[in-house]
């Protein structure tokens, strides 16, 4: 009678297993998904800071006296 026990025993511990592997899976597939959303934010970013120096840049370097504050 031991064997039904033990066979009872060690399946519930597998689903208690399975049930925790499940758990943790769904975790994981949440912080991945965060990840890419950071990365495509970073992405974006990144490319909007490329585009930066093209505009500022479009008519050539300033000038020094164009850097004065206006009441020099």
Request: hydrophobic residues 30%; proline residues 10%; glycine residues 6%.
């Amino acid at each position: 009678m031991d064997q039904p026990n033990e066979t009872e025993q060690r399946l519930m511990e597998l689903e208690i297993k399975a049930t925790f592997t499940e758990d943790l899976l769904d975790q994981l597939d949440q912080v991945v998904v965060r990840q890419q959303q950071q990365i495509d934010l970073l992405i974006g970013e990144l490319a909007q800071l490329r585009q930066q120096p093209r505009d500022e840049g479009v008519g050539g370097p300033r000038p020094p006296h164009e850097d004065l504050p206006p009441h020099y």
